[in-house]
């Protein structure tokens, strides 16, 4: 049997802190194919750190644990570094939470879209130019050689989003993990983004892992969804299913949301039980 | 207008040089009047931060003026207006120091402006935000995105300015605790009589703070319109009405249209 794209069992992240051991993630254990999985979950659960841990970007000194992590069918805990730093640059990427932190500040966007893509494709300089060019049309950057001469900082909000998302996406890789990639963008531009990942999927047989919290685009756009709370999976749900949902966090969720629709002052908040974070 | 707290007249900001000029903002105006929040939406690179950014003193505006209670701002800004006016960045990486821990973060404001006793006020304004006595001693990369944004909003709030510009304070929270800081906006407008300007492309977080809101496109204003507009789709703008159709979720494209990286 062919294995999953993405195999991940019994994956735990600690951070050591002066006040004790802090568990970010605790025990998470899914598989992904070549589809699309959101997670979504509250502030501060263990989203990006089990995105992270998968890359093998946890920050220092965090300790990761599994009893499996696999990238179609390679060992992750037991590849060298070498071996995961060339999976991250091509075959496996992640469009981080806050962009204009991971991109390099005394590069131009343009250079840095550049030397993603010639990194990982041998070709000239004009040629890796045209494709930063087409990509970041393609996501929507009105006037891209404008944008590729500016440094992170003198970019919009949304543009630096989409700036690390062509990045991530230059090199055509086999699983892309996309951590809030469209919570900048306007709605129009955000349909386009979830368009151009849609086909990956479609068309590439790309794996997707899109972390967010905006409930409606992920039960509209993912195949499935594992909702997380304080470092675990706290229940599964089929796309579109959302009012099936089980677990009171996500059932409560719904409830706290603004609507268009309606007005409420103030919005329903949840009491949050502490046997969830059991 | 009357009784404006903060306004912009005519506001222009312009970057770059020759041929990549680029006018930000092109002759913005704006009253923000005493208690009430205002909104401002628009694409993706329409102006928005700066507009904001121009009124903290960030963005050096080519053209205009901007009052706070009637008297032109001069530049830069002094400690007087630091603390009637505070600002919830878009990106808080960026804002919070990346070494000082959130209890230095939010200690700062508080020793600018020589506040005894701030122990007590720390605390407060950490539970505020959903976050308790634990996080004073963590950095910010030791946060995750919604809490570093919460540690953010907490600094603008510390100091009970009058005036809150809100960059996108929302984008990177879940609906729980969004829903908590919503709420907390609008208590302490309620008790406190604070005023706010928020940016959010999230258009049913506008018409639930703001009753009114701008419209924003290439740096220009397009149209000034109501939250109560927006609910019940009376928009004028072609513009206005083509985001509020798009808010309405994702519809799966028809295959052929490819896309070759
Ligand atoms: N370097 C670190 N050191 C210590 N604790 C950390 C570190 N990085 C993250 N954490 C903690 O780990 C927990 C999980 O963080 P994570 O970033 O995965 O949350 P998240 O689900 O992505 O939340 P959000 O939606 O707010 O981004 C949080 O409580 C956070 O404070
Ligand atoms: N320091 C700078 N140097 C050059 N250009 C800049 C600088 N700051 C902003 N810009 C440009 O000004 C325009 C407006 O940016 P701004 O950040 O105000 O947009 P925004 O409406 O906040 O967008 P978003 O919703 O994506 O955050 C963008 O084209 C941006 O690239
Ligand atoms: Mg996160
Ligand atoms: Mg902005």
Known sequence: MKPSLLEVEDLHVRFP?????????????????????????????????????????????????????????????????????????????????????????????????????????????????EAARAMLDAVKISQPDRVMALYPHEVSGGMGQRVMIAMMLITGPDLLIADEPTSALDVTVRIEVLRILDQLVAERGMGLILISHDLEMVASFCDRILVMYAGRIVEELSSGNLDQAQHPYTRGLMGCVPKLSGDRHPLPVLTRDPDWAR | MAGAILEARNLSVRFGVGRLTIAAVEDFSFALQAGESLGLVGESGSGKSTVLRAVTGLNKPAGGTILLDGTPLAMPRGLAFYSAVQMVFQDPYASLHPRHTVDQILAEPLAIHRVADPQPRILAALDEVGLGPSYRFRYPHQLSGGQRQRIAIARALIL??????LDEPTSALDASVQAEILNLLEQLRRDLGLSYMLVSHDLAVVAHLCERLIVMRGGRMVETTTAAALRDGSVTEDYTRAMLAASKGFARAPAGTSLSP
């Open chain 1, 17 to 129: 802190l002066a006040q004790g051991m802090l568990e970010a993630v605790r025990g998470v254990s899914f598989t992904l194919g070549h589809e699309r999985l959101g997670i979504v979950g509250e502030s501060g659960s263990g989203k990006s750190q089990t995105g992270r841990a998968i890359l093998g970007l946890t920050a220092k000194p965090g300790i990761v644990t599994a009893k499996r992590l696999a990238f179609d069918g390679i060992d992750l805990m037991e590849a060298p570094p070498r071996l995961r730093r060339s999976l991250r640059g091509s075959r496996m990427t992640m469009v981080m939470q806050d962009p204009s932190y991971s991109l390099n500040p005394v590069m131009t966007v343009g250079q840095q879209i550049v030397e993603a893509y010639r990194a990982h494709k041998r070709v000239s300089q004009a040629e890796a130019r």
């Open chain 2, 160 to 165: 009970r300015p009058r005036i809150v510009l």
